[in-house]
């Protein structure tokens, strides 16, 4: 049986993960992989539950710090009922968000009032230690696009949603940074295209870095 790869899709509101993630979870279930799709915060029972306590409700209900360390419980629980197991069973996880999540949201999108790198750090080195996806496709596009999107998807929004265009584009600034910061890792996909131009695109990225690598 073919090893499978942990692989994470981050990106701003309305940028289209869902549907590439699923997309993506057939092209490897057609190459022969089985296949978890998963999300966070969430993709366990527990974490399910936290989910609903920070995409819910007023706008100001979390600082940056409580906030965060829901995102990580809400990992934490993730990990070892969902992630970790499936990998042990040689399974591929495709995941819609993970931990460059709480970096960009928690801290960066809050600005001055954002943990800032160091803490995130701190706290990912904590609970998720040395595991790190295999490969991170950054969804980037221009937030006022991506919040049309979400808003017209979703009419009754998500707290993060209603946060506001600097907040947004805080956000954007920081999945590119940590892009740049870890090209080995990340691969940002132009998401402004239709569907079977940028699921290509994400295919041939995959195809490059993990299959004709011949796996782990
Ligand atoms: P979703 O709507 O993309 O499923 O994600 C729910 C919201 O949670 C989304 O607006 C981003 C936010 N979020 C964080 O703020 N920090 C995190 O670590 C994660 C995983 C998500």
């Known amino acids: 049986m073919a090893k499978g790869f942990f692989i994470t899709f981050e990106g701003g509101e309305g940028t289209g993960k869902s549907t590439q993630t699923r997309l993506l979870a057939d092209f490897f279930e057609k190459q022969g992989y089985s296949c978890v799709l998963t999300r966070e915060p969430g993709g366990s029972e527990g974490a399910e539950e936290i989910r609903n306590l920070v995409v819910k409700g007023a706008v100001g209900r ?4 409580t906030e965060a360390l829901l995102m990580f419980a809400a990992r934490r629980d993730h990990l070892v009922h969902t992630i970790w197991k499936a990998l042990d069973e040689g399974k591929t996880v495709i995941c819609d968000r993970f931990a460059d999540s709480t970096m960009a949201y928690q801290g960066f999108g809050y600005a001055d009032k954002g943990l800032g790198q160091q803490a995130v750090q701190t706290l990912y080195d904590t609970v ?12 980037d ?3 006022e696009k991506g919040l ?6 979703d009419a009754s929004s998500n707290r993060y949603e209603r946060m506001g265009l600097d907040f947004h584009r805080n ?3 920081a999945f590119l940074t940590i892009a740049e910061q870890d090209p080995v890792r990340c691969a940002v996909v ?8 940028i699921q290509n695109d994400i295919q041939n990225i995959v195809r490059k870095r993990l299959l004709e690598k011949g796996g782990k």
């Open 148 to 153: 049309e999107r979400a808003l017209k998807r």
């Open 128 to 139: 998720v230690g040395n595991f790190k996806p295999d490969l991170t496709i950054i969804m």
């Open 171 to 173: 956000l954007r600034r």
């Open 190 to 197: 132009d998401a402004t295209g239709d569907i079977e131009t």
């Open 62 to 65: 979390w600082d940056a710090m």
């Open 141 to 143: 596009m221009p937030v």
